[in-house]
């Protein structure tokens, strides 16, 4: 959760702060919340509960009322969250990390009634735990490493030689980016196909050379206009666009795997539904 008035949280300990964003988490999403709530997520006692709705209350004043015959703080009509973003992802990033572990909210028990949900599994993708740790070497001594490397436009792997800099993610794979001295530019490299490492050496290669991966660009979308009048309403709802435009920022080395998620493919014909979304600028940030 991101915290969105600094001024509010002064003084407080990240303990704190934690317990004060359960209690907002709770009233902003579940619509009430109580002492044992929080006594039983973070293991204090009674006196801290009561100290910390009344810090709450000191922080975020008419953000809360109390049901005397229920016995719980229920949210006024007025209630503003201070302490958490009142944007919907928000929740659902916390269903996405209870989807990949149940311990996974970033609050423990941020969450009280779970609902019912399901998450669609990404096929896992293999990286060697050993290879990712010669990279991340690599990254930090500025050195370059040979590498057995399969890629597709190639039958078999062969021995290139790289200087790694980052690692960059397009979603569903993780790549090393790097300086291939045998084609002599920036690539990205799947750091699944690679097979094997070896000969480690120095390198003159600086990451501030990469311009692509050091370029911010903006990218401007809209809806695609061979939709219908209200088809385009809906996509501009959908992506929370603003006089039917949105603007996504994005490495320009990473333009290529953005295009394929929103996709949007070069060359190819997609009915509008399939392509419902078209870029309409790229220009540096």
């Known amino acids: ?51 910390d709705f009344r810090e709450y209350m000191e922080r975020a004043p008419n953000n809360m009322d109390y049901d005397k015959r229920r016995r719980f703080y229920f949210p006024t009509t007025g209630f503003k969250p201070v302490f958490i973003s009142e944007s919907a992802e928000g929740y659902l990033s916390q269903l996405v990390a209870l989807g990949a572990s149940r311990e996974g909210q970033s609050v423990p028990g941020l969450i009280g009634a ?12 293999y990286v060697d735990s050993r290879t990712l740790r010669q990279i991340l070497a690599c990254i930090r001594e500025g050195v370059s490493i040979e590498i057995h490397y399969q890629s597709l436009s190639s039958q078999a792997p062969g021995w290139r030689r790289i200087t790694p800099h980052a690692l960059a993610s397009d979603g569903l794979r993780w790549h090393a980016r790097a300086y291939c001295h045998t084609k002599e530019e920036f690539r990205d490299f799947v750091l699944g196909r ?17 311009t692509e991966w ?22 501009e709802r959908d992506y929370a666009m603003k006089l ?9 080395s990473l333009l290529f795997y953005l295009k394929q998620r929103l996709g949007i493919g070069e060359g190819m014909e997609k009915s509008p539904a399939a392509q419902q979304v078209v870029i309409v600028k790229i220009g540096k940030q």
């Open 114 to 125: 779970t609902p019912a949900f399901d998450i669609l599994p990404a096929p896992e993708r």
């Open 1 to 51: 959760m991101n915290t969105i008035k600094q001024p509010t949280t002064r003084n407080l300990t990240w303990s704190a702060l934690q317990r004060l964003q359960f209690i907002e988490f709770r009233l902003l999403w579940e619509g009430h919340v109580n002492r044992s709530d929080l006594m039983e997520t973070f293991g204090i006692s009674v006196p801290q509960s009561t100290l």
């Open 214 to 235: 050091n370029e911010i660009v903006k990218v401007t979308i809209a809806p695609n206009p061979a939709l219908t009048e209200d088809q385009q309403k809906i996509i």
């Open 244 to 252: 039917g435009k949105t603007a996504i920022t994005v490495r320009r």
């Open 194 to 210: 690679i097979m094997a490492i070896r000969d480690k050496q120095p390198s003159k290669i600086s990451d501030t050379s990469d």
